[in-house]
């Protein structure tokens, strides 16, 4: 194989990803106007559906000039050499293999993230403060990305030094230690996310005493679960938008309310919320997608060693110069069908979950308030309530609303 044909393939690769997302979002448009099964039709009313049919078709629209963006621009960085360019600015600053791979991973987050900015600010300033989501000041919101820039040099930069560390004192075999240290830092990150980086863009504090928390602590009593750490996050400083999480383990393991989910739902509602979050933990679920992701991540790297020093990856990219880091940009680019196949065997995964932990929930709590928290929570939202099944089963890692309904309506025992 020649490098032309594997910059072709390439090539074909990236247009063939896009034409797909292309034909799945129009497919997924011509259902926007459907009408609300029976189960549904207390989500919205006309004014409030009026509305979620208006989001819809704005933020489609949006998400087909960002993605031909995306294309375009990836395209005549490809066609007019750019990786030879950047690289060659960065072997200007450094002799080093770490330190060009960090200089010019770092021209290229940067440049990338500028050249996107424009369209993340419509997004929030205009769509989003359109349909009333948006809380975000503009300081806020640049502020957001320079911590993003600093987080992202620091951490994946280090990472990035010792990988390619790694391949120059072991050469093949740099995978089982690359694979090691992300292991580690997966299973840190996991364990200390929520108190090590999310106060550096968020306040948390402790749920106070009230009856939300003694019918919370109630609740986890019942199941035998013990929760200590119940925080609410400020989330609505940057939107109208709710959630909550569950991260940790052991001692570490914490739930995490918005306070829009607070503000949103009523008391029991919260907890239904809280008892699929605990469904999570008690099935299991948290483990093994943590474990998944270790696994992928060490059949990804190893992949990654068969072909880091094949010469054609830099040469494919019209990089004259093979090195570590353009060998990494153009197996990413390869590597896509197979991440498609394993994001689709994940987001299968991922819907049996929640199924799993709305079955715990109507189990050990009730299934109605579960049911009215998904409602009242995509009318919020201004969900799209009737989306194609193919573009349910390629991008949705939840069920839909209609079929969370369903089967939480349907009586069967499953703790």
Not at 304 to 318: E, K, Q, R, T
């Amino acid at each position: 194989m020649t490098a032309t044909t594997l910059f072709y393939i390439i090539i074909a690769i990236i247009s063939i990803n896009f034409s797909v997302d292309t034909i799945l979002g129009a497919l997924n448009a011509k259902h926007f106007n459907d009408t609300l099964p029976d189960e549904l039709k207390d989500v919205y009313d006309t004014e409030a559906y009026q509305k979620s049919q208006n989001y819809k078709a704005v933020t489609y629209k949006f998400s087909i000039r960002t993605s031909a963006f995306s294309l375009a621009l990836t395209l005549i960085f490809l066609a007019f050499d750019g990786f030879e360019y950047i690289d060659t600015i960065a072997r200007s600053y450094s002799d080093s293999p770490i330190g060009n791979a960090l200089i010019f991973f770092g021209i290229i987050m940067i440049g990338s993230d500028i050249l996107t900015t424009p369209f993340a600010y419509y997004s929030t300033f205009v769509i989003e403060t359109q349909f009333g989501f948006n809380k975000t000041t503009r300081k806020l919101f640049f502020l957001d990305k320079l911590k993003g820039w600093l987080m992202t040099a620091v951490v994946g930069g280090s990472i990035l030094a010792l990988i390619i560390w790694f391949y120059n004192i072991s050469g093949t075999y740099f995978w089982l230690y690359a694979w090691g240290l992300v292991a580690v830092f997966t299973l840190f990150m996991n364990m200390f996310y929520s108190k090590l980086i999310v106060p550096l863009f968020n306040k948390q504090t402790p749920l106070e005493e009230g009856p939300l928390r003694d019918k919370i602590s109630a609740y986890a009593e019942t199941v035998g679960f013990k929760l200590d750490k119940i925080f609410v996050i400020d989330g609505s400083k940057r939107s109208t938008k709710a959630n909550a999480y569950f991260s940790g383990f052991g001692s570490e393991k914490r739930v995490t309310l918005y306070d829009t989910l607070i503000n949103d739902l009523e008391d029991e509602e919260i907890v239904a919320v809280l008892a699929h979050e605990v469904g999570h933990y008690k099935k299991r679920h948290i483990i093994f997608n943590l474990c998944a992701s270790i696994l992928l991540t060490g059949l990804t790297l190893y992949l990654l060693s068969l072909f880091i020093s094949n010469p054609l990856l830099s040469n494919a990219l019209g990089v004259s110069t093979p090195s570590f880091h353009i060998g990494l940009i153009a197996f990413g680019l390869l590597y896509a069908p197979i991440s498609e196949i394993t994001g689709l065997v994940m987001h299968l995964f991922s819907r049996a979950f929640e199924y799993q932990a709305d079955d715990y929930a109507k189990n050990t709590y009730a299934a109605a308030p579960l049911i009215s928290s998904l409602k009242k929570l995509s009318k919020n939202n201004l969900s799209n309530l009737t989306p194609h099944p193919a573009y349910v089963f390629m991008h949705y890692s939840h069920p839909t609303l209609l079929q969370r309904i369903k089967n939480l309506k349907t009586i069967k025992n499953t703790i």
